[in-house]
């Protein structure tokens, strides 16, 4: 089964949208931040797991539909979702059907050959079979091998340790990778042929491992329909891939859709799909091990910050914003992140001392002070996670974590200012606030370019 096309009306911020897929191929919607792929990602999920994964806004007055067509062995259907004054209601047929089949009116091809979808985290659960698969796609392209070899040698050598109960991955980059790796494997094993789609697939990749999992994808596609939601597309790469461009410019402030993809408390909780191994048997992946080094130095997108003081939320909360707004004011495509119990100096490992109820307020707190920075932002640009912290035996300590705040890159026409009204830039060296005089600088700079 493999996606024809889909058509979404006045869902999340996405107001009229049409697309038709390739068959077969690398589907790339590309979108800047906030202008709705995730959103879009939202609305091919609902059509599998309904209602649990959206939003409703009873105050709009307008409908809301989404409408995908399918094709499997030449039967072709028609899948459709509406919402209107608080009815929802969901339905497909058979638009066309082979002579020589026969099908039954009952049978969803959306429903009995489920998409894989993939969006944040999942469990790392590679095998041998999996890791000769990623190779024979990697056939004839020696510039690779570097990558395939470093993940191989240090990474999934951890994996087929028998026993092996949680695995060492100081790298967010690697992390990624071999988790799109697994989302891959696992599709390749299905009994079935539908579609891979994949958000949030590209981010916190370094230039070694980006180039490498997209040829990944690239051939991978070649025999399976894959969609992919990106911040960029590959416009060197256009003749053996289709990129598909995202045509929104920003979210949608008022009229709010009756109906869109929550997100924001959903995210990891739904997936339609489970690796084989039980959560039991699931390696877990260990980031952060106390008093150690990270390899990851800091550079102008990558703020360390060790937290001092007995009160480690106030700490964060005087300088989140700041950081954030800086970043939101460098105006690139680069994503920020700040990570707080990291030295600054050293790159050790120490930690952000908070027990599970300070986390939870810590991450309200946080939501609150951003919610205030003007313009104001949709919460899709920043990410709050806290990660757990584990000694060198690799057990995890309690009450100790380290707090990374990611910014995704969100372009505008205005400077961004704290709550307070202060406006900062990034620099190499850390961020730096703007007098009233710099201020004036920075806009006729900014309108000279």
């Known amino acids: 089964m493999y996606f024809k096309s889909l058509t979404i009306k006045n869902f999340g911020p996405i107001e009229d949208y049409s697309i038709n897929f ?24 609902s059509l599998i797991q309904g209602r649990r994964v959206l939003y409703f806004d009873d105050k709009s007055t307008e409908a809301s539909s989404i409408t995908l067509i399918s094709e499997h062995k030449n039967v072709v259907q028609k899948h459709e979702y509406t919402y209107q004054e608080r009815i929802f209601s969901c339905a497909f047929q058979n638009i066309t059907v082979s002579r020589n089949l026969s099908l039954s009116p009952d049978t969803s091809q959306l429903l ?11 469990e790392i659960s590679l095998q041998e079979i999996d890791i000769t698969l990623i190779a024979s796609l990697l056939v004839n392209e020696p510039k690779l091998l570097e990558s395939w070899s470093l993940l191989k040698e240090k990474y999934l050598s951890q994996l087929q340790h ?22 891959i494997s696992y599709h390749s094993r299905l009994s079935y042929s539908s579609p891979l789609i994949l958000d949030e697939a590209f981010a916190l990749l370094d230039e070694q491992f980006l180039n490498f999992i997209f040829l990944v994808l690239m051939k991978y596609s070649q025999k399976n329909q894959v969609i992919l939601f990106s911040h960029f597309g590959y416009p060197d790469k256009l003749k053996q891939v289709s990129l598909m461009e995202f045509p929104l410019s920003q979210w949608r402030k008022e009229n709010r859709s009756p109906i869109g993809y929550n997100y924001y408390n959903l995210i990891n909780k739904h997936l339609p799909f489970k690796l084989e ?23 102008r997108y990558v703020e360390f910050k060790e937290v001092k003081g007995n009160n480690p939320t106030d700490s964060i909360l005087s300088l989140v914003d700041q950081y954030v707004v800086a970043y939101l004011n460098e105006n690139s495509n680069h994503r920020g992140r700040i990570f707080w119990g990291i030295t600054d100096e050293e790159r050790k490992v120490v930690g952000v001392k908070l027990n599970y109820k300070q986390r939870d307020e810590l991450r309200k707190r946080i939501s609150e002070r951003l919610g205030q920075i003007q313009p104001s932002l949709p919460p899709s640009v920043y990410r709050i996670n806290v990660e757990k912290v584990y000694d060198t035996k690799l057990s995890e300590i309690a009450d100790l974590c380290i707090i990374e705040i990611s910014v995704e890159p969100y372009q505008n026409i205005y400077l961004y200012s704290t709550s307070k009204g202060e406006v900062y830039i990034k620099t190499d060296g850390g961020k730096k606030k703007l007098s009233s005089l710099e201020l004036q600088q920075e806009i006729l700079l900014r309108r000279k370019n």
């Open 22 to 45: 390739l068959t077969k191929g690398l589907n790339i919607i590309v979108g800047n931040s906030a202008t709705g792929k995730t959103q879009m990602y939202g609305s091919l999920l």
């Open 112 to 122: 009995s050959m489920r998409p894989t979808f993939y969006h944040g985290d999942i």
């Open 162 to 183: 028998a026993g092996k109960e949680k695995i060492v991955i100081t790298s967010r980059s690697a992390e990624q990778v071999l988790k799109l790796l697994a989302v």
């Open 277 to 299: 191994k039980s959560e039991r048997d699931s390696p877990l992946i260990v980031r952060y091990i106390n008093h150690s080094i990270l390899k990851d130095e800091e550079y």
